[in-house]
């Protein structure tokens, strides 16, 4: 399901198809796995290829900043796609997820 590019400072998170009650849970296990890493500047998830959210996935994400805030580490999201950042604004995600465009995260 996840592709995970792993760099001394930034872990790469990508996943893809579907993030419902199915991948969720394992979206969560990896996000809290990826993010008890000592190692880790930030923690990026690439939402390039997602094609559906719903609200088991909105969970899962909003569990891996609880997880990274609680831990003090950085988790940010990009590459997201207009109609799944219309449904982070509705939820007043926008103003809690760090969310760029694809190539700004490293210029922050």
Known sequence: MQAILDN???TIIR???C???VNAIKLERELG???NQSNNTI?????EKVDF???AGLMALVSGVKVALALQQRICFCS???AHRIIFELAGLDKVFEIFDAGTIFNS
């Open 33 to 35: 796995a990826v993010l």
């Open 8 to 10: 001394p400072q930034i």
């Open 19 to 21: 993030l419902d009650a």
């Open 80 to 82: 997201v796609a207009p």
């Open 43 to 47: 923690v990026l998830v690439d939402l």
């Open 53 to 55: 959210i719903n609200s």
């Open 15 to 17: 996943p893809n198809g």
